[in-house]
C-alpha cells in the first residue's frame, strides 16, 4: 500500500463570493499528513484596496480597519505559505483540501495574482486535482454510509453531527474552519477504511 500523501488543508474568508471582483480578507493552511496536523500558517491579507461587501463582513466579523491594520501584502502571504510547503518538502503537486474546495481555490489564484504569480506558476505548484469534505459527505450519503442531518452537507451541520468543536461566536474564521476540516477529512477517511 502506497503511503499516504501530505495534504494541504485550506480555508479563506472573503469580502464576498465573487474572486474576480471581492478580496481574499484570511488564509489558513493546514499540512496534514497520515490523520495528523504537521504545521499551520495563518494571516489576514490587506490587498493594496480592499473590496468588501457588508454581508460579507457580517459572516465573519472582520473589519476593513482590522484587516489594513494587521494584514501583510499578498506576496508576503504567499512568500510565507510557499516557506511552510518547502519545509514540509511539499514543493509541486501540492493537493489542496476544503469544505466547497472550489470556492476557496478561486480566492488562492487570487492571492497568487496579486503576489505577481501567473496561472502557470500556480499549475506548477498546486495540482489541478483537489479533494472536497463537502463533497466526500454527499458521496458518502448517497452510499447509504452517512445520515446527513437535514440533507445538508455544511461544515456546520457536519461538526455538529461528528461533534467536532467550531467555535463562532466570533464569526467565521479561517484557521478554526480550516482544523475543523481536518477533523471532518479525518471522519471521512475512517468511514471509508482509508485512515486507521
Aim: glycine letters at 8%.
Amino acid at each position: 500500500m502506497s503511503q499516504k500523501r501530505k495534504l494541504l488543508i485550506i480555508d479563506v474568508e472573503t469580502g464576498g463570493l465573487d474572486a474576480s471582483k471581492q478580496s481574499i480578507l484570511s488564509l489558513a493552511a493546514v499540512v496534514w499528513h497520515a490523520g495528523a496536523i504537521e504545521d499551520h500558517y495563518y494571516t489576514l491579507i490587506a490587498e493594496p484596496e480592499i473590496i468588501a461587501e457588508e454581508g460579507a463582513l457580517k459572516v465573519n466579523k472582520l473589519t476593513i480597519e482590522q484587516v489594513q491594520d494587521e494584514g501583510v501584502t499578498p506576496t508576503a502571504a504567499f512568500n510565507a505559505l510557499q516557506s511552510m510547503l518547502l519545509k514540509h518538502d511539499m514543493r509541486s503537486d501540492v493537493r489542496l483540501v476544503g469544505h466547497n474546495v472550489a470556492f476557496d481555490v478561486t480566492f488562492l489564484k487570487r492571492l497568487l495574482r496579486l503576489a505577481g504569480k501567473t496561472d502557470k506558476e500556480y499549475g506548477r505548484l498546486f495540482s489541478y486535482r483537489s479533494l472536497c469534505t463537502q463533497a466526500g459527505a454527499l458521496l458518502l450519503e448517497q452510499a447509504g454510509r452517512l445520515d446527513l442531518p437535514g440533507g445538508s452537507a455544511s461544515l456546520d451541520s457536519l461538526v455538529k453531527l461528528w461533534g467536532v468543536k467550531l467555535d463562532r461566536t466570533d464569526g467565521h474564521n479561517a484557521l478554526a474552519d480550516a482544523y475543523a476540516t481536518v477533523q471532518v477529512l479525518n471522519k471521512e477517511l475512517t468511514m471509508i477504511g482509508g485512515l486507521r
